[in-house]
């Protein structure tokens, strides 16, 4: 049952997936995103403040906003678009293997200004590996649409 704006509760929690960031995607999107020697080659990794292969920070948060993504998905929340990261904080780098999950949480479901507009909610999304570490931390507004037959957007 489709879930929208006024079944959700501040404070409210969604646990994501795993998804593991393999060697060659680590080496995939390097070269194509962001071309850092500890991004693409290991022995330059091991000389780097890394000190083994990581990932992009920029592919681990794409990776993370997909977990979000199927994660509301799947909990079916009415997600319109994610419209902002308004934070966002990398704490500790992915090596080639690890494997990401993360934690969402409601922290603000914003106002109704107008019944066909969907509603920004504000959420804090924390992700971690395997060791429970965390990775980054982001701070996101998702807009959610109010209810059934309103539409995704008003002009």
């Not at 850092?36 to 091991?46: G, K, S």
Request: net charge negative; with cysteine; aromatic share 8%.
């Amino acid at each position: 049952m489709p879930r929208f704006w006024h079944d959700l509760q501040i404070g409210e929690r969604f646990t994501t997936e795993n998804r593991i960031l393999s060697e060659a995607a680590i080496l995939e999107f390097a070269k194509e995103f962001d071309p850092q020697p500890y991004h693409l080659d290991r022995a330059a990794a091991r000389e780097s403040i890394f000190g083994d292969l990581c990932a992009s920070g920029w592919q681990v948060s794409a990776t993370v906003m997909c977990l979000v993504n199927q994660a509301l998905h799947s909990q079916e929340v009415v997600v319109v678009e994610i419209a902002a990261v308004p934070s966002m904080r990398w704490k500790a780098p992915v090596f080639a293997d690890d494997s990401l999950s993360a934690e969402i949480e409601l922290t603000d479901l914003g106002s109704s200004s107008a019944p066909d507009q969907p509603i920004a909610v504000e959420a804090r999304v924390e992700a971690y590996n395997q060791h429970k570490a965390v990775v980054v931390t982001l701070q996101i507004r998702l807009l959610i649409r109010q209810a059934e037959g309103a539409p995704e957007y008003a002009a």
